[in-house]
Nanobody, 124 residues
Framework: QVQLVESGGGLVQPGGSLRLSCAAS????????MGWVRQAPGKGLEWVSD????????YYADSVKGRFTISRDNTKNTLDLQMNSLQPGDTAVYYCARDGGAPYSSSSFEYDYWGQGTQVTVSS
């Protein structure tokens, strides 16, 4: 069964950094694009970033471009999100998700499996 487990969230001051990780199992990880989606308090889901499984091409929301870096280790079946220069607006639950596009294809930005989420709070 597909499982996605996020970790690395926590409380950080504005301007600080956090690195989120997602451990994936139950599927051919390297064949799928993977993404991060977040949900701020009282708001809807917001797409953050995605990375292709094959060529590892990356995509970012304008709100995080230049501050966040998505990466993956296909030998360990892990997905990471390095978050720098964090702002209060980044406060949210962050979800790791599997891209629902065909295996070996580019990112579709539509997700079929989700992790449980990890809380990121940016506050002084």
């Amino acid at each position: 069964q597909v499982q996605l487990v996020e970790s690395g969230g926590g409380l950080v001051q504005p301007g600080g950094s956090l690195r989120l990780s997602c451990a994936a199992s139950g599927f051919a990880f390297s064949s799928f694009s993977m993404g991060w989606v977040r949900q701020a308090p009282g708001k809807g889901l917001e797409w953050v970033s995605d990375i292709d499984g094959g060529d590892r091409r990356t995509y970012y929301a304008d709100s995080v471009k230049g501050r966040f870096t998505i990466s993956r280790d296909n030998t360990k079946n892990t997905l990471d999100l390095q978050m720098n220069s964090l702002q209060p607006g980044d406060t949210a639950v962050y979800y790791c998700a599997r891209d629902g596009g065909a295996p070996y294809s580019s990112s579709s930005f539509e997700y079929d499996y989700w992790g449980q989420g990890t809380q990121v709070t940016v506050s002084s």
